[in-house]
């Protein structure tokens, strides 16, 4: 006689759909246990603080930190002992462990607790105004392990190819932009702190700070840039001969820059 072969059915409904990544339960998830064909096994209950639910007939079942998946083995062994051949459905109906952590100073730090499968895209949407985050330089770390740096090319120019999934525990390091503005400093009529944006030149910086004083000694001009260090090394610039033409002396400017006009001693 041909053995039966017990059909094990685990689904998990959420608004959106499924994760792409089986969820793990935790305290506090509400979950349907479905036993097809015996109702009286069948419960809606909760995950209890201490990681376990209770069954009729069977009693205390550790839930916490299993995928639901696993969850529905374990039951399908338990109920053995009353059910010949159980069939499980095990239903996730409220989580409350697809936590998020968001840290760093250019958005609202602290945990969020998404209930639907959420992307990167989304989450970055519902921080607010990201208006001061330096989205070139965050990072995405999973199981302590960064699997995705830069944010700009996703959230400022809608490359969705550099969307992902979120998982439960993600963490979300969003520097602000402070440590990338670029300093203009010396003799220069308006010295300031700007904010980077790709493209910008040494001479886009000079005119924004209003141009030289008449003391400034124009063609020394000293670019400090950050090197992988923590270091800075200097670049000179012939400002004068960019006024002039000479464009190979207009470099770009790099996020973190100062850009000091030295004072003319004659």
Same mark, same amino acid.
């Given at each position: 006689?041909?053995?039966?072969?017990?059909?094990?059915?685990?689904?998990?409904?959420?608004?959106?759909?499924?994760?792409?990544?089986?969820?793990?339960?935790?305290?506090?998830?509400?979950?349907?246990?479905?036993?097809?064909?015996?109702?009286?096994?069948?419960?809606?209950?909760?995950?209890?603080?201490?990681?376990?639910?209770?069954?009729?007939?069977?009693?205390?079942?550790?839930?916490?930190?299993?995928?639901?998946?696993?969850?529905?083995?374990?039951?399908?062994?338990?109920?053995?002992?009353?059910? !010949?051949?159980?069939?499980?459905?095990?239903?996730?109906?409220?989580?409350?462990?697809?936590?998020?952590?968001?840290?760093?100073?250019?958005?609202?730090?602290?945990?969020?607790?998404?209930?639907?499968?959420?992307?990167?895209?989304?989450?970055?949407?519902?921080?607010?105004?990201?208006?001061?985050?330096?989205?070139? =330089?965050?990072?995405?770390?999973?199981?302590?392990?960064?699997?995705?740096?830069?944010?700009?090319?996703?959230?400022?120019?809608?490359?969705?190819?550099?969307?992902?999934?979120?998982?439960? =525990?993600?963490?979300?390091?969003?520097?602000d932009i402070f440590e990338n503005r670029i300093s203009v400093v010396?003799?220069?009529?308006?010295?300031?702190?700007?904010?980077?944006?790709?493209?910008?030149?040494?001479?886009?910086?000079?005119?924004?700070?209003?141009?030289?004083?008449?003391?400034?000694?124009? =063609?020394?001009?000293?670019?400090?840039? !950050? !090197?992988?260090?923590?270091?800075?090394?200097?670049?000179?610039?012939?400002?004068?001969?960019?006024?002039?033409?000479?464009? =190979?002396?207009?470099?770009?400017?790099?996020?973190?820059?100062?850009?000091?006009?030295?004072?003319?001693?004659?």
């Open positions: 006689m041909r053995k039966i072969i017990l059909t094990v059915i685990c689904c998990i409904f959420l608004s959106a759909g499924a994760f792409a990544k089986d969820y793990v339960i935790g305290d506090g998830d509400s979950l349907q246990i479905s036993a097809w064909g015996s109702p009286e096994l069948s419960v809606l209950t909760k995950v209890r603080p201490d990681g376990k639910i209770s069954i009729p007939a069977v009693g205390e079942i550790k839930a916490s930190g299993l995928t639901p998946m696993e969850l529905t083995g374990v039951l399908e062994k338990e109920m053995t002992k009353v059910v !010949k051949t159980p069939i499980i459905t095990v239903i996730l109906t409220d989580m409350t462990n697809y936590r998020i952590f968001v840290f760093g100073k250019g958005a609202p730090a602290g945990m969020k607790t998404l209930t639907r499968e959420t992307t990167l895209l989304e989450f970055l949407s519902q921080l607010g105004s990201l208006e001061k985050a330096d989205l070139e =330089n965050a990072y995405l770390i999973r199981d302590r392990k960064k699997i995705k740096s830069g944010f700009y090319q996703l959230f400022e120019k809608g490359d969705f190819s550099q969307d992902v999934v979120l998982e439960p =525990n993600d963490m979300l390091f969003i520097p010396g003799e220069i009529r308006k010295p300031t702190t700007l904010d980077y944006r790709e493209g910008l030149t040494v001479m886009d910086i000079l005119l924004t700070a209003g141009g030289f004083t008449e003391f400034a000694k124009k =063609n020394d001009v000293e670019i400090l840039r !950050k !090197k992988g260090n923590g270091e800075r090394t200097k670049i000179t610039v012939k400002a004068k001969d960019v006024l002039k033409g000479e464009l =190979n002396e207009n470099i770009a400017i790099m996020p973190g820059d100062v850009v000091v006009v030295k004072e003319s001693l004659f």
